[in-house]
């Protein structure tokens, strides 16, 4: 038998190499450098490794190709813009993990025990946490890249695994930040046999492993349709549990109050990009022929999840679990741009996901700022009178709810209108509805905060609010330049994401 | 043998897994049960691939084997730290964070 070299272009998979180099020198510093040059070689790194990606990304704009690794990966518009935004917010959430306040010193010391302390008091912080980011960065890049349902598989597991480590590197509060690991671990695992049960499936109906082998066989027909139900529904389900879509929702909360701020920051936007990247494309490309089984499905969770998330953030009296739901809430806007099916639809699903990616690392930055002597406060009653005490970092939170909530000349608004009328436009009035009504809903807790913030008299109870460090800054102004340029001058955007946002098949 | 016998199985042992998962209490027992997931999956890729005439999923089933052994390392890593801070891997004793 004659074995042939895969003939792979390694222009178009530089982004995820690099990546992935950068992760292995992480790798050596962490176990070779001395102890006091460790933090800022590993930032160096890390940040030197994704812009070095974000401008292999830009290089390669304009190249479409199916056979960028023998069929595995695709290159196209859609995918060089998705690549781009989870680089872009993965710089800005960089600069939020470089804080090492918010790390345990050694991860696999127990919880305040005496080598905990002196690790801590020596100054041996162990950095592992950038390696671990670009890892699962390098797996973000692949996934909504990925042509076929072994890369598919193996980039959500390489996106996961890093995650489900860093959710449990909190310094304070660590017991909590470990259970928030064992939860995320233990579903998400749970999830992708699901995943793989489903991949099987699809193979099983087509015959191949390819999403354009896939797609061959929903247009001809003759398959077992049992098949291909039981395959898009519980691939669905893996994908749906990474984005976050109720009833698949249950570790998001858990997850964003226990693990380390930043690193909630990173997972929140970057994850759903990248998730929101694979599902559009599969759906786009394999799936659009077999829109009867899975439009149904897909408009109950979509409503569910934007009601639900919406519903039971007004409860919510932790930032951070507010911040969740409202994640929630969002997963179902963005479902209505799967559902649309048009091209409206995958613009205006790209635009909300790189603006409603910046404003949550954005305000998540926020919540790093407000602390007492025993770490961040997110009790929300304890954020009383933030505006009196400090009134700028009140402002650009509040600018971060209102552009989640989709008031006018923030980005939000702008990614609101577009995905309703994308899917208004393709005929699924009843989500379109039900997301109208579930903003309404969701913008009476956004501005409750608000006026919490700024209407109520401060609480003396030594909450305060920290001088952001340079990098801190960095990420805040950029997130709430970002948020309002896109707001009030979305033009170039919408026309540049209109230009490349087409799938190749 | 019909090799659609080999379909049921995997779908038996998927659906014992995903039974075992939602019941049983103990972290590690947990985890074992969504091995027998994935294990699951890869004997229908497996069936598959026989049915189909096609090699790929053949070649499906070596990278889930791969990835579930990074799965291994990374899931008893998470059980092993909660163990050693809690000493108790039982699932329903982790419950700081509020539902």
């Given at each position: 038998m004659e074995f042939s070299a895969p003939v792979l272009n390694y222009t178009l998979l530089s982004p995820m190499l690099i990546l992935l180099g950068g992760a292995l020198i992480g790798v050596l510093v962490e176990a070779f450098m001395s102890k006091a040059l460790r933090p800022i070689t590993q930032l160096s790194v890390t940040l030197g490794t994704l812009v070095l990606a974000l401008v292999q990304v830009w290089k390669v704009r304009n190249e479409q190709s199916v056979s960028a690794a023998m069929g595995s990966v695709?290159?196209?518009?859609?995918?060089?813009?998705?690549?781009?935004?989870?680089?872009?917010?993965?710089?800005?959430?960089?600069?939020?993990?470089?804080?090492?306040?918010?790390?345990?010193?050694?991860a696999a010391s127990l919880p305040g025990s005496d080598e905990e302390r002196h690790a801590l008091q020596t100054g041996n912080q162990v950095t592992e946490v950038y390696?671990?980011?670009?890892?699962?960065?390098?797996?973000m890049l692949l996934f909504p890249v990925s042509s076929d349902l072994i890369t598919l598989f193996v980039a959500l597991e390489m996106l996961s695994l890093p995650l489900y480590l860093m959710a449990g590197l909190s310094r304070r509060r660590r017991l909590a930040s470990q259970e928030s690991a064992l939860k995320y671990f233990l579903l998400g695992a749970f999830s992708s046999a699901f995943f793989l049960f489903g991949a099987a499936f699809l193979y099983g109906y087509s015959a191949s492993i390819t999403f354009s082998g896939i797609r061959d066989a929903v247009v001809g027909g003759g398959g077992n349709d049992v098949?291909?139900?039981?395959?898009?529904?519980?691939?669905?389900?893996g994908l749906l549990f990474k984005v976050g879509a109720v009833p698949f929702h249950a570790w998001s909360p858990d997850v964003y109050q226990g693990a380390p701020t930043p690193v909630t920051a990173f997972m929140a936007a970057a994850t759903k990009v990248a998730a929101f990247g694979a599902m559009l494309r599969?759906?786009?490309?394999?799936?659009a022929n077999a829109q009867w089984s899975w439009t149904p499905m897909l408009t109950i969770i979509a409503i569910i999840t934007m009601v639900f998330g919406s519903l039971v953030a007004i409860a919510q009296r932790d930032v951070k679990r507010m911040l969740a739901y409202s994640s929630i809430a969002h997963a179902g806007f963005l479902l209505t741009g799967v559902i649309a099916l048009n091209k409206a639809g995958l613009e205006a699903s790209l635009f909300y996901l790189f603006a409603?990616?910046?404003?949550?690392?954005?305000?998540?930055?926020?919540?790093?700022?407000v602390r007492d002597s025993a770490g961040e406060v997110t009790d929300l009653n304890r954020w009383k009178g933030l505006g009196k005490r400090s009134p700028w970092v009140a402002t650009a939170f509040a600018g971060f709810l209102l552009s989640f909530a989709g008031i006018p000349l923030t980005s939000g608004f702008i990614g609101k209108f577009s995905i309703f009328s994308a899917a208004y436009e393709s005929g699924a009035r009843s989500v379109v509805i039900a997301g109208v009504l579930s903003s309404a809903i969701a913008a009476f807790f956004y501005i409750r905060v608000i006026v919490l913030m700024f209407f109520t008299d401060p609480v003396e109870d030594g909450t305060s609010v920290e001088i952001p460090s340079s990098l801190t800054s960095i990420t805040v102004i950029f997130s709430l330049i970002v948020t309002i340029a896109l707001g009030v001058f979305p033009?170039?955007?919408?026309?540049?994401?209109?230009?490349?946002?087409t799938f190749i098949r | 043998m019909d090799a659609a016998n080999y379909l049921y199985l995997s779908v038996l042992l998927f659906t014992i897994g995903a039974v075992g998962v939602v019941v049983r209490r103990n972290a590690i027992v947990v985890f074992m049960c969504v091995e027998l997931m994935l294990n699951a999956a890869n004997l229908a890729f497996v069936t598959f691939s026989r049915i189909n005439g096609d090699l790929n999923g053949q070649v499906v089933a070596f990278f889930t084997m791969v990835v579930a052994a990074c799965e291994v390392v990374v899931g008893l890593a998470i059980i092993v730290t909660i163990y050693r801070s809690r000493r108790s891997a039982s699932v329903d004793d982790a419950s700081l964070l509020k539902r």
């Open positions: 695709v290159i196209d518009g859609p995918a060089v813009l998705l690549q781009a935004s989870i680089i872009i917010i993965s710089i800005i959430s960089v600069l939020l993990i470089a804080d090492t306040e918010h790390f345990t010193a050694l390696p671990l980011t670009l890892f699962a960065v390098a797996g098949f291909l139900l039981i395959g898009i529904a519980f691939l669905s389900v599969i759906y786009y490309t394999s799936f409603y990616g910046i404003t949550t690392v954005g305000a998540f930055a926020i919540v790093t700022l033009a170039p955007i919408l026309n540049f994401i209109s230009n490349l946002a | -």
